[in-house]
């Protein structure tokens, strides 16, 4: 049994996270492969080790005297080494990246970095081989991540290492420079890591103990899920469930293994598990549901739209043509609507709205912004009679309008497009109802 276990930056900000982070490995000898963040924050109001680093290397790129900044990077390091005891220098890694920064290395090497020190700390502490993930991780010439390059290269050095470290969130391009993930990414190294050493596991700690079925912030202390389809997931985390990055499944996806989210800080909780699929009833109809505001719809009308073959695709290339992605398209005998992100429309309108007309000629073209969609997402929903009625029903009760619908055959989701200000009522209204009543 081999498992892979990635930590966040929460888990590893102070010598006192660290030993929690200790006493986990510890626990079970399968822990073998260890994916370490940067220090993230000990408490609300500190600043992360990785946006210390980005200001830090603004400030050499401005050729700004930036002694005082390492130093204070340095501390953050020094205060865990002693904090647990360890004879560890990092003077002369700190002594190259001051220098590389003044040299203008890059600022993904510069964000790099946190990771990359993290990971000689932990190996230190655990007594585990330290393995670079710039030897490991590959990108293209593109900056594409090189997926089955970085699998040969993982799997074959990691064959040889009984117990490693690998620092998250980075590797290397084809000339041997640095490249990160986008933000949060150490999440993706720990799920190349797990697929690369056919890992039983691939736990994620962090500080929540898993998925919530909603947003904390909209619905006070709200269950959490137990287990999640691969498929389910992405679908919430679209729509802004946060807690894993949401290109974290790609690697996994092909091996099928499972990923458990876990809690540093109460590691007795059972967490979320996420599966590629699973015979587990869920505990409620729905899985879960999140959502995001800040949408627009187009609404197009054109008699006979129906019959003019190509339609659709002329409407969506002035889309493209414009860089602009959409979301959902509903539709109906002689209608057509795009939704569309607001912050992406909004300064090419005009010349959407020409494009469109030039495009299609229609009869009528009219926007409607400041609109929010909400998924419910849940494999429970499949072959349930009388899900939707109850979503509509408890929206109308919330007095909510209901301004558009879409749900695939998969019927893995609904998508419900309200008003912006309606937006937290409704999530709270269908919560309640499937959740609170236990439909
Ligand atoms: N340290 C990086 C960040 O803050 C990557 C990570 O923590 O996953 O985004």
Redesign the pocket.
């Known amino acids: 049994m081999k498992k892979v276990v990635k930590f966040?930056?929460s888990s590893l900000a102070s010598a006192e996270q660290f030993r929690k982070v200790g006493e986990i490995i510890h626990a079970e000898k399968e822990r073998r492969y260890v994916v370490p963040?940067?220090p993230?924050k000990r408490y609300s109001g500190d600043t992360?080790?990785?946006?210390m680093l980005y200001d830090c290397y603004n400030s050499a790129s401005a050729n700004g005297d930036i002694s005082g900044k390492i130093k204070a990077i340095q501390a953050r390091y020094q205060e865990i080494i002693d904090g647990l005891g360890l004879e560890l220098s990092l003077d002369e890694q700190f002594a190259e990246i001051k220098e590389k920064f003044e040299e203008g290395v890059g600022s993904d090497y510069a964000?790099s970095r946190?990771?990359f020190l993290n990971g000689i700390v932990m190996a230190a502490y655990l007594g585990y081989e330290f393995v670079d993930a710039a030897e490991v991780i590959r990108f293209d010439e593109d900056g594409v991540f090189d997926s089955e390059t970085t699998n040969d290269l993982m799997r074959a050095r990691l064959e040889t290492a009984e117990c490693a470290v690998i620092p998250?969130?980075y590797g290397a391009m084809p000339d041997g420079s640095i490249k990160?993930?986008s933000?949060?990414?150490?999440?993706i190294t720990g799920s190349i890591v797990a697929r690369a050493v056919h890992a039983d596991l691939y736990e994620n700690w962090t500080d929540v103990s898993g998925f919530l079925v909603t947003d904390p912030h909209i619905v006070p202390n709200p269950e959490t899920i137990e287990t999640i389809t691969y498929r389910e997931l992405r679908e919430l985390s679209y729509m802004g469930a946060t807690v894993l990055?949401a290109d974290a499944i790609f690697p996994l996806r092909q091996e099928g293994i499972p990923i458990n989210i876990k809690n540093t800080n109460r590691p007795q909780d059972p967490g979320t598990l996420i599966v590629e699929s699973t015979c587990r009833q869920p505990k409620f109809t729905i899985t879960g549901v999140a959502g995001k505001k800040g949408f627009c719809a187009i609404n197009i009308e054109k008699d006979q739209m129906n019959s003019e073959i190509g339609f659709g695709r002329k409407v969506l290339q002035v889309f493209e043509e414009n860089g602009i992605s959409f979301e959902h398209v509903p539709s109906g005998i002689d209608t057509f609507t795009v939704i569309v992100h607001q912050s992406e429309f909004m300064e090419k309108e005009q010349r959407v709205i020409s494009g469109l007309h030039r495009a299609v000629h229609p009869d009528t073209l009219d926007l409607e912004s400041d609109l929010a969609l909400i998924a419910v997402v849940g494999r429970g929903m499949r072959a349930q009679r009388g899900t939707a009625a109850r979503i509509f029903a408890a929206l109308s009760h919330a007095h909510i309008n209901v301004k558009m619908i879409d749900q695939g055959s998969s019927e893995l989701n609904i998508i419900i497009g309200v008003r912006n200000e309606d937006f937290e009522n409704a999530v709270k209204a269908i919560y309640d109802i499937f959740v609170l009543t236990h439909l």
């Not at 992360?48 to 946006?51: A, C, F, G, L, R």
């Open positions: 966040g930056g963040s940067a993230g992360k080790v990785t946006d964000a946190g990771e998250g969130f990160t993930f933000r949060g990414g150490s999440d990055h």
